[in-house]
């Protein structure tokens, strides 16, 4: 059986009040709309949908491996389903119909909902979950329990107030019978849209089988209207997250002041330590200590490294690494094992071999570093002449001094030794020293003379 799903993604989102669509706002460092389309593909669904219309070209940019279809005017979401029609009509299988404004859905509940929907023969299932009477989503409406159709909140009638089971907007629905119902869709209503909602009380009626499929956790399908709900829906997978990583063996010292993003990795006993934000597609080895206060973004960490307070990004850091306080990596770095990195120190696309040292102060860009390198404290890498950038190459053993400028495209070679405060042009052959500084001259007696020199003149002044 074939399974085509459909995103719903063209609305402004009004209630956000954004110059930004609705759907490519963050939940937990990812936009809602990725959320939705990465449960898809992690479901393996055959072909994915994604109905764009306002700031369409925002919501395309952020996504892959999809279809999109343009809905040129918000006329509710049964017209927004409707733009799919040329692409799915004649197709045999099933269709899920997601508002791209639940991020928090979880592949496992889709894949119940399909099993329930195929074990039960239905025609069209729709996701439910009991809200509070005062929540202003759509309805479910029964009949000696069968379920006869949805509902808006703005239309439901003075007898259905009392009713708690909502639309959480995520459907299954036979795939060609959808599109029949579809057509069928008016708009009159409250709002004058076409809603999606219509489709179930219209198969209903034509005696297809309809039911709903009613899960117990509303938090995973409450549609996020405003930024009041998108804050909670941050601090609800927040705490999914944190509490899987704690079920795995990951010691997060402070679940609440701890932000994981989804898709991040984590080994068994590693300690988190609090006010990390841990994003992207990172992935932490076993025996780790991040934090406390570590932004660590599309990064891989091996096993026993222990990074503190520092900033890194789009790098891979081997083991028995450790980093911090205050560094910052960016752009492809790659930290080979047993490295000691300390405070302040920056680094981008650079190679730093297995057991070298930068201690403090110093920036290392566009580099290749060797093994057991020692980088004195206030290095800089010269890798930028305002045009150009270029690489700087430090061999296995060398050792570079205090305060030195390596003016790039350079080569230190093995074992060379780099002077304190020298300002390095030329190559450095192996175990040689490079030295480019002024020579020191000591002045006898003159520290005195300087003294009473300023003495006279302040003197003077103060007459
Ligand atoms: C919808 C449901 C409601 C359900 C709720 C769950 C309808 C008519 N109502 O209401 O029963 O309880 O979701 O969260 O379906 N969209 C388009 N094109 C449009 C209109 C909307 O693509 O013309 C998209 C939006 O971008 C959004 C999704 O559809 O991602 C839902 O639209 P929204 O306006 O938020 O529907 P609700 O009023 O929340
Ligand atoms: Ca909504």
Known sequence: M????????????????????????????????????DELKLMGVDETIVVVGHEAQQVEAILDNVEFVYQKEQLGTGHAVLQAKDILKDKEGITLVLNGDAPLIRKETLQGLVEFHMNNHNQATVMSADCDVSNHYGRIIKEDGQVIGIVEYKDLQEYQMDVTEMNTGEYCFDNQKLFEALDEVTNENAQNEYYLTDVIGIMNNKQLKVDAYKIDDFNEVGGINDRIALAQATQILRDRINQEHLLNGVTIIDPHNTYIGRDVVIGEDTIIEPGCILKGKTVIGKDCHIGPYCELTNVTIKDNVEIKFSVISDSIIENGVDIGPYARLRTNCHILENVHMGNFVEMKKAIFGKNSKAAHLTYIGDAEVGSDVNIGCGTITVNYDGKNKSLTKIKDNAFIGCNSNLIAPVTIEENAFIAAGSTITKDVEKDAMGIARAKQVNKEGYSKVLKEKRLKEFEKRNK
Do not use: E, F, W
């Open 2 to 37: 074939k399974i085509y799903a459909i995103v719903l993604a063209a609305g402004k989102g009004t209630r956000m009040k954004s110059q930004r669509p609705k759907v490519v706002h963050d939940v937990l460092y990812k936009p809602m709309i990725n959320h939705v389309v």
